[in-house]
């Protein structure tokens, strides 16, 4: 009886459903919202157009929920990309397409992209919506957070416009007239309630009664403040002045309040409610200081957080206490905060800006080399449950803070990078089965910005062994005597590391991502192929595994690409022709005769570098023999001995040493 209940019940929700699509009721409802927002920015408040506006808001969640759940009895949620590489293979993903979105089901994803148009394109609307969170019921604060929520993850650009953000300037900053504000006057409001309970006036124990579930209410408001930070990091839209406002009292106000929800929770003694809400705290805040850490050093937005951020050893034993018991516990293992947040996502996030700002670390204040293992077990997906309790941008954060950790010192060093299956792991992370998921996703941490920002932070970290520039910003903050301990560890392991990245196949991986990358964003794999073909053995491997392909090559010398690219495409070319005359058949094969076009065209090119470095590449192609002087001879030479008269001394200096190596 009772499966035949169930089965009914799930009938008769189909059957609801189909109806809604048909008849358009979510084109209807959103109509409802324009024509209330109308009246109410020509008329002010009226109780009866807030009160239709606060019932289409409801309504329309609970389409949004309902479909949810029906798509959630006859398919598997939604799971991270990063979860999804470990159990799909590539055949299957090419042949599912964009099946991997993060939304549940096809029916829901065509309602939240209807709503997040209607909110970005009609001003009637987020004039309503916003009235919605002026009133103060309940469930009117719960629909319009949980419908801005999913608005946020299915398009980036709705955060900056739940900010105030307008296409061409800052308009208010986050201030009192955005509904980001709004959602801050919510989190402030149910911090109210326990802060000073013997304080409460009538009117605050009167609304505290109509708050039936402030916990809920938190949680969700913390994840679309989350998703709001995030989104702007992930477009590169905006910095945390535009959610917090430029005052410092506002500042610290609103950050304060999330210090206050999480602060809450400590470690297990709490209920799973009150733990996912500090949490989601714990998330929210960690997303905002990512935005601003991107944005500028230390500013006042830093001098308040930061004292309110839990000690790195605190932050460390939050990410064990979600770690499987001994004993095989695994329910709080598997738990996320939405299908898009991850429980272990805020503390990863406060470590690795707590990490940013350290000097020497002392290892045993985050565990050591213990807490790396978690890390790559974490990242390695040993934990074969659910979940590993991160979200997409949990992993890119995660991946951050391995960077950063190695201001520990040697054993550190050791531990990340040459230990065979921790380099394997962090190269699955950029491999095309991951990438591909990414590309299919959307939100934070998704699309063509999450294979960006993973790529890039790969890459950074892989980056470390091998060039100095990047060793000096990670450990510039280090004493003298761990950083020159330090420097002697990477130079005695180098060979062993070569080897490593060999084995685990990162020169192919790294050629294969940049198919992912738009043009614009490959400057940091391109960076970190420039600095890898200084080694014959991996210049070796990543000529076979295509590095000199003619398309990849036109693409990367292309009229549209960024001077940094060029240059360090140059810088390739180079290194490889000074290696021997064998590399010379390799750059012949890469179209010989586009390439000497190019550079031909950046012998006259504006940027002094790229006319310096173009001269250089000319000069090492005729290091070892007179293959390519037929081919050079042909103006190509006039104008390298033109730019010995060069205005710029880059070129000029270039250019008299280039014919040397033509003698």
Same mark, same amino acid.
């Given at each position: 009886?009772?499966?035949?209940?169930?089965?009914?019940?799930?009938?008769? !929700?189909?059957?609801?459903?189909?109806?809604?699509?048909?008849?358009?009721? +979510?084109?209807?409802?959103?109509?409802?919202?324009?024509?209330?927002?109308?009246?109410?920015?020509?008329?002010?408040?009226?109780?009866?157009?807030?009160?239709?506006?606060? /019932?289409?808001?409801?309504?329309?969640?609970?389409?949004?929920?309902?479909?949810?759940?029906?798509?959630?009895?006859?398919?598997?949620?939604?799971?991270?990309?990063?979860?999804?590489?470990?159990?799909?293979?590539?055949?299957?993903?090419?042949?599912?397409?964009?099946?991997?979105?993060?939304?549940?089901?096809?029916?829901?994803?065509?309602?939240?992209?209807?709503?997040?148009?209607?909110?970005?394109?009609?001003? @009637?609307?987020?004039?309503?919506?916003?009235?919605?969170?002026?009133?103060?019921?309940?469930?009117?604060? %719960?629909?319009?957070?949980?419908?801005?929520?999913?608005?946020?993850?299915?398009?980036?650009?709705?955060?900056?416009? !739940?900010?105030?953000? %307008?296409?061409?300037?800052?308009?208010?900053?986050?201030?009192?007239?955005?509904?980001?504000?709004?959602?801050?006057?919510?989190? #402030?409001?149910?911090?109210?309630?326990?802060?000073?309970?013997?304080?409460?006036?009538?009117?605050?124990?009167?609304?505290?009664?109509?708050?039936?579930?402030?916990?809920?209410?938190?949680?969700? #408001?913390?994840?679309?403040?989350?998703?709001?930070?995030?989104?702007?990091?992930?477009?590169?839209?905006?910095?945390?002045?535009?959610?917090?406002?430029?005052?410092?009292?506002?500042?610290?106000?609103?950050?304060?309040?999330?210090?206050?929800?999480?602060?809450?929770?400590?470690?297990?003694?709490?209920?799973?409610?009150?733990?996912?809400?500090?949490?989601?705290?714990?998330?929210?805040?960690?997303?905002?200081?990512?935005?601003?850490?991107?944005?500028?050093?230390?500013?006042?937005?830093?001098?308040?957080?930061?004292?309110?951020?839990?000690?790195?050893?605190?932050?460390?034993?939050?990410?064990?206490?979600?770690?499987?018991?001994? @004993?095989?516990?695994?329910?709080?293992?598997?738990?996320?905060?939405?299908?898009?947040?991850?429980?272990?996502?805020?503390?990863?996030?406060?470590?690795? $800006?707590?990490?940013?700002?350290?000097?020497? !670390?002392?290892?045993?204040?985050?565990?050591?080399?213990?807490?790396?293992?978690?890390?790559?077990?974490?990242?390695?997906?040993? $934990?074969?449950?659910?979940?590993?309790?991160?979200?997409?941008?949990?992993?890119?954060?995660?991946?951050?803070?391995?960077?950063?950790?190695?201001?520990?010192?040697?054993?550190?060093?050791?531990?990340?990078?040459?230990?065979?299956?921790?380099?394997?792991?962090?190269?699955?992370? +950029?491999?095309?089965?991951?990438?591909?998921?990414?590309?299919?996703?959307?939100?934070?941490?998704?699309?063509?910005?999450?294979?960006?920002?993973?790529?890039?932070?790969?890459? $950074?970290?892989?980056?470390?062994?091998?060039?100095?520039?990047?060793?000096?910003?990670?450990?510039?903050?280090?004493?003298?005597?761990?950083?020159?301990?330090?420097?002697?560890?990477?130079?005695?392991?180098?060979?062993?590391?070569?080897?490593?990245?060999? /084995?685990?196949?990162?020169?192919?991986?790294?050629?294969?991502?940049?198919?992912?990358?738009?043009?614009?964003?490959?400057?940091?794999?391109?960076?970190?192929?420039?600095?890898?073909?200084?080694?014959?053995?991996?210049?070796?491997?990543?000529?076979?595994?295509?590095?000199?392909?003619?398309?990849? +090559?036109?693409?990367?010398?292309?009229?549209?690409?960024?001077?940094?690219?060029?240059?360090?495409?140059?810088?390739?070319?180079?290194?490889?022709?000074?290696?021997?005359?064998?590399?010379?058949?390799?750059?012949?094969?890469?179209?010989? +005769?586009?390439?000497?076009?190019?550079?031909?065209?950046?012998?006259?090119?504006?940027?002094?570098?790229?006319?310096?470095?173009?001269?250089?590449?000319?000069?090492?192609?005729?290091?070892?023999?007179?293959?390519?002087?037929?081919?050079?001879?042909?103006?190509?030479?006039?104008?390298?001995?033109?730019?010995?008269?060069?205005?710029?001394?880059?070129?000029?200096?270039?250019?008299?040493?280039?014919?040397?190596?033509?003698?």
């Amino acid at each position: 009886m009772t499966i035949k209940h169930a089965e009914v019940e799930q009938n008769t !929700l189909k059957e609801i459903l189909d109806h809604a699509k048909v008849s358009n009721v +979510i084109g209807t409802l959103l109509s409802c919202l324009v024509t209330c927002g109308i009246s109410l920015m020509s008329a002010g408040s009226s109780s009866n157009l807030l009160r239709a506006a606060c /019932e289409a808001c409801e309504a329309i969640w609970s389409l949004i929920d309902s479909f949810e759940i029906q798509s959630t009895k006859e398919n598997a949620p939604p799971v991270s990309p990063f979860r999804n590489m470990y159990v799909h293979s590539l055949d299957i993903i090419n042949s599912k397409g964009d099946e991997y979105g993060p939304f549940i089901g096809k029916d829901c994803d065509k309602i939240v992209e209807a709503v997040a148009q209607a909110f970005l394109t009609s001003e @009637d609307i987020r004039v309503a919506i916003f009235h919605c969170l002026r009133q103060r019921l309940e469930a009117s604060w %719960s629909s319009v957070i949980q419908i801005m929520l999913r608005c946020c993850l299915h398009n980036e650009s709705v955060a900056s416009v !739940l900010c105030g953000i %307008s296409n061409s300037s800052v308009v208010s900053r986050g201030g009192d007239n955005t509904i980001i504000s709004q959602v801050f006057s919510i989190i #402030s409001l149910c911090a109210s309630f326990d802060r000073h309970p013997q304080l409460d006036d009538d009117t605050n124990n009167n609304l505290k009664s109509k708050v039936s579930d402030p916990s809920a209410l938190i949680l969700h #408001s913390c994840l679309l403040v989350a998703s709001v930070a995030q989104s702007l990091v992930s477009s590169r839209t905006g910095t945390a002045v535009n959610m917090l406002t430029s005052s410092p009292k506002t500042q610290q106000c609103r950050i304060s309040d999330l210090a206050h929800h999480y602060s809450l929770c400590n470690g297990r003694q709490h209920s799973l409610q009150t733990h996912s809400m500090s949490m989601s705290a714990i998330l929210a805040l960690a997303s905002i200081l990512y935005l601003e850490s991107r944005a500028s050093p230390q500013t006042t937005i830093y001098d308040t957080a930061f004292s309110l951020i839990p000690q790195t050893a605190t932050l460390c034993d939050y990410i064990r206490i979600l770690t499987p018991d001994d @004993d095989g516990d695994k329910s709080s293992h598997q738990l996320m905060l939405s299908y898009w947040h991850g429980f272990r996502d805020g503390c990863v996030g406060l470590l690795y $800006y707590k990490l940013i700002w350290a000097g020497s !670390l002392d290892i045993h204040e985050f565990g050591g080399v213990d807490m790396i293992q978690n890390f790559f077990d974490f990242l390695g997906n040993k $934990y074969l449950y659910e979940t590993t309790g991160l979200s997409q941008f949990g992993v890119l954060w995660m991946v951050n803070c391995l960077r950063w950790f190695l201001k520990g010192g040697p054993s550190i060093f050791r531990q990340v990078f040459l230990t065979m299956e921790h380099v394997k792991v962090l190269c699955d992370l +950029i491999s095309d089965v991951h990438l591909k998921l990414i590309g299919c996703s959307v939100g934070p941490g998704g699309g063509k910005n999450g294979i960006r920002d993973i790529v890039q932070a790969v890459s $950074y970290i892989l980056q470390f062994p091998l060039d100095d520039s990047v060793q000096k910003l990670v450990l510039q903050n280090m004493e003298s005597c761990d950083k020159k301990s330090m420097v002697v560890e990477v130079e005695t392991s180098m060979h062993m590391y070569i080897q490593i990245i060999l /084995e685990v196949g990162l020169p192919g991986q790294l050629i294969k991502c940049l198919e992912h990358l738009e043009l614009k964003d490959t400057a940091i794999p391109v960076q970190l192929l420039s600095i890898m073909v200084n080694h014959r053995s991996l210049a070796l491997e990543l000529v076979g595994k295509g590095l000199l392909n003619p398309k990849l +090559i036109k693409r990367l010398l292309n009229d549209s690409s960024p001077t940094q690219i060029k240059i360090k495409v140059l810088q390739i070319v180079s290194e490889v022709a000074k290696l021997d005359e064998e590399f010379h058949k390799k750059i012949e094969g890469a179209d010989i +005769i586009h390439i000497l076009q190019q550079l031909k065209a950046f012998l006259t090119h504006e940027d002094p570098y790229i006319r310096g470095w173009t001269c250089n590449a000319i000069g090492e192609m005729c290091r070892h023999s007179s293959y390519f002087y037929s081919l050079l001879a042909t103006q190509i030479i006039a104008l390298l001995v033109g730019l010995v008269f060069d205005k710029d001394i880059y070129p000029r200096c270039r250019a008299l040493l280039a014919p040397g190596n033509m003698l």
